[in-house]
């Protein structure tokens, strides 16, 4: 069919952090809940509960202690394995509705579905209630369902559907009266369209052109003009000409990034090593589950960029490889000696991590004629038992050096931090 004659639908989990905690703790539910960052920084994830008392995406929790006493607020730590884990099932239910060339997955807790083939045999807005209904009743989470010509038009359907209820969670751009979309464009701000950030915002409103409405009025080749031909695609999608297809596999990584900010200062180069080995680890794992190589290292360390007493120390170190590898004995060994050049004494650091770039994949690697095929023999077999034991008996039971060890200095704070309600010794009892 002609890509400008598609359906698409965008599904996303309601507030999915909080949703994810308030299936296994309904307690929570009418509450108002905050997931916080890492270290327990900044609100992540927040309930409309929450959302309603004021409290902002991104502000730091020192900032709002005096709500969260009076409103007795919950805050709760990031469950990150909690979360992949029910995005899992999320996805999966999903799949059971379409094809898997009519899925595209966008994040932790959206996905796109092409619903071209269903329109001629379901009522759209039927068939997303039964989707909304299964994830509720199969998975405990509530979700909103936006249609549209284009993926940017289901976006912004699945914004309406959210803001009002009497949607009961599906709004359908694409059977909706055009007076009602229009006057529901009017009411969004312009900032609310996907592809549409804080500087484009800024000169759009220059322009006059404030909510969505405004937008879709807007003169094409004015706007191809005067931003770009991105701009300009967002605009026609918004006039229901698909320009963006699914996209069924994720583009290739140029750099796999590992870093996180301590629980508190370090100041041996000791705890800076073992922090980076744990980095080194995280980032390794994610190179091979990917088949990739890696041709150049980046280390860096920092102190607290925010703490105006003392100066703001940043330092960076790269390495290119003779040979590309994904062994982590290689990578973790060339970054941990990374660390004696970006140690610093007397530094308060707050932060490390390693960036692995120049990546490319294992499969298409020509090897040169002087390389010992039987050490990367080795070397891959290494590599494979290790996965296999971290599969079958979880990552701390056999890591590098220290990095796995309990009650380090360096560890990320997380204090409020609920069980994991998927792994055997933490599952939930009945009473």
């Known amino acids: 069919m002609n890509r400008k004659h598609r359906i698409y639908a965008l599904v996303d989990i309601n507030n999915c952090y909080v949703s994810c905690e308030r299936v ?58 909690l979360y992949a884990e029910m995005s899992r099932r999320f996805m999966k239910i999903l799949s059971d509705f379409v094809t898997p060339q009519e899925q595209e997955i966008y994040s932790i807790d959206e996905c796109f579905l092409d619903l071209t083939a269903y329109a001629a045999n379901h009522d ?42 009497y949607l009961n969670g599906v ?6 009266d055009p007076c009602s979309t229009e006057a529901l464009y009017s009411r969004i701000d ?53 320009c ?41 794992s994610r190179l091979r589950k990917d088949k990739l190589l890696c041709g150049c290292l980046i280390g860096f360390a920092q102190s607290n960029p925010f703490d105006s007493s003392k100066p703001f120390y940043n330092k960076s170190l790269s390495l290119a490889l003779p040979e590309p590898t994904d062994n ?36 298409n690697h020509v090897y040169d004629m002087f390389t010992d095929m039987k050490h990367i023999e080795v070397s891959d077999a290494l590599m494979d038992s290790m996965e296999n034991i971290h599969s079958k008996f979880g990552k701390s039971k056999l890591a590098l050096g220290a990095s796995m060890m309990p009650n380090r200095t360096w560890t990320m704070s997380r204090d409020r931090l609920t069980q994991n309600y998927f792994k055997w010794d933490q599952l939930l009892t009945v009473k």
């Open 328 to 363: 982590l004995m290689v990578i973790s060994k060339l970054v941990t000696a990374m660390v004696d050049g970006l140690y610093a004494k007397d530094v308060a650091f707050k932060k490390c991590g390693v960036i692995l770039t120049c990546l490319e994949p294992k499969a």
């Open 190 to 242: 312009v900032s609310e369209v996907w592809g549409i950030g804080r500087k484009h915002t800024k000169k759009l409103n220059s322009m006059g052109i404030h909510s969505v409405m405004d937008f879709v009025l807007a003169s094409p080749l004015m706007i191809r003009d005067q931003f770009s031909i991105v701009m300009h695609r967002t605009l026609l999608e918004l006039h229901g000409v698909a």
């Open 171 to 176: 709004c359908n751009l694409v059977s909706m």
């Open 244 to 284: 963006i297809e699914l996209e069924h596999t994720s583009p290739a990584r140029k750099q796999i990034v590992a870093s996180r900010s301590f629980g508190q200062r370090i100041y041996n180069i000791d705890d800076l090593k073992e922090a980076m080995s744990l980095y080194v680890m995280d980032a390794v």
């Open 124 to 165: 759209l807005t039927e068939y997303a209630l039964q989707i909304l209904q299964r994830l509720l009743k199969w998975l405990g989470l509530p979700a909103c369902i936006g249609i549209g010509r284009s993926k940017t038009e289901a976006k912004i359907a699945n914004h309406i559907a959210k803001k009002n209820a």
């Open 24 to 81: 296994f703790r309904p307690s929570l539910n009418g509450r108002p809940v905050i997931v916080l960052s890492n270290n327990d920084g900044c609100a992540v994830a927040r309930s409309q509960e929450a959302k309603d008392l004021g409290i902002k995406m991104g502000v730091p929790l020192f900032q709002i202690k005096d709500i969260v006493e009076k409103h007795q607020v919950v805050v709760l730590s990031s469950n990150y394995a």
